[in-house]
């Protein structure tokens, strides 16, 4: 009986013509899935113990693969199985935070929900609106920056950090401690799913820990529905923004290539990556394009962004001074 490993999908050239749209599509969903979690060709290859150049053809649309390949792929992505076949309830980031809540919850909470979901759907029910003030001042007084490497989270999270009088967390730090080793150590030797699991973990002690903070997130933390439809929901969170070539020029003068070190195109594949996060970073409540501003605008726009969402009064560098 032949082994995963030597598994082969059949090496036929296609135009792209006549090519299936299915096998295109799933295709195209195997490459958005490798993006957003920064995986390489190669390096997803080797997680799913298949070819190099059979996920080649795969991700072209020209590889017919089998059941087993495609199960070794989306446990080496982290992703249902349903998620690469095209199901409808993996199609967004909003169906899959769904699916996350909704997942291994018993008969009684699922009818609960879909009432729920029922009468707010239902014909009184309007479209939904911005928060109402009482909504804004229930926020979380955590607050979580996401995004890519570069975009500012851990320069402008200290500052702000240190305007709000919180502390200042830096989750790849916890996650590193919690582990004993580097992120690219535990990804090396332990696997990404590994890195997920403590991820998720220093996150909950994060969450358990500080009930005021500013916490700087991992660039990935989105691949991982749970801990994203966790952090949305005990944070306030905000996305920061860039252009990919902004993000590439200072994670450049920063010194740190990761997690695209490897590659030779690595302003395209940070183009690939961003895009196939950017979805799921709009899901954050706030959003601040930090491309093209200084770093004393940058956190002046993100303080007076986050002082009103949280509804605190200006700093006092801010407020008007009284007349005499």
């Known amino acids: 009986m032949q082994s995963s490993a030597t598994l082969r999908l059949p090496q036929v050239a296609i135009p792209a013509d006549e090519r299936h749209p299915f ?28 070819s190099e150049r059979h996920l080649a053809n795969l991700e072209l649309g020209v590889g017919n693969a089998s059941i087993l ?9 982290q ?17 899959l935070l769904l699916r996350e809540l909704l997942e291994r919850r018993d008969d009684v909470t699922l009818r609960r929900v879909r009432s729920a979901v029922a009468e707010l759907l239902g014909p009184a029910a309007g479209a939904r609106g911005p928060r109402s003030p009482a909504g804004a001042a229930a926020r979380s ?6 995004g890519l490497r570069g975009a500012g989270k851990s320069t402008l999270g200290r500052r702000l950090a240190a305007d709000l009088g919180c502390p200042f967390v830096e989750l790849s730090g916890e996650i590193e401690k919690q582990a004993g080793g580097s992120v690219a150590e535990i990804q ?6 590994a890195y997920r699991r403590h991820e998720r973990r220093a996150l909950e002690s994060v969450i358990q820990t500080q009930p005021r903070a500013v916490i700087a997130t991992p660039g990935g933390l989105v691949s991982d529905a749970g801990s994203f439809s966790l952090l949305l929901s005990q944070c306030t969170t905000v996305w920061l923004q860039a252009d990919p070539e902004d993000h590439m020029q200072r994670v450049v003068a920063q ?11 690595a302003l395209q594949d940070l183009k690939s990556i961003l895009a196939a996060r950017a979805a799921f970073y709009a899901q954050a409540e706030f959003r601040l394009d930090t491309s093209a501003l200084p770093e004393r605008e940058a956190f002046a726009a ?17 407020r008007k001074r009284a007349p005499p």
């Open 188 to 193: 090396a030797l332990y696997g990404a799913a």
């Open 23 to 50: 096998l295109t599509s799933l295709g195209e969903r195997v490459r958005t899935l490798r993006a957003r979690r920064g995986l390489t060709r190669k390096s997803l290859a080797l997680a799913a113990d298949v």
């Open 255 to 265: 010194g740190d290539m990761r997690p695209i070190a490897a590659s030779r195109q």
């Open 141 to 146: 007084p955590r607050v979580a920056l996401i």
């Open 302 to 318: 993100l303080r007076d962004m986050v002082r009103a969402a949280l509804s605190l009064p200006a700093p006092p560098s801010r």
């Open 69 to 77: 390949i495609l199960l070794q792929l989306a446990q080496a992505l």
């Open 79 to 95: 992703c249902p199985l349903a998620e690469l076949l095209g199901d409808v309830t993996t199609s967004s980031p909003d169906w």
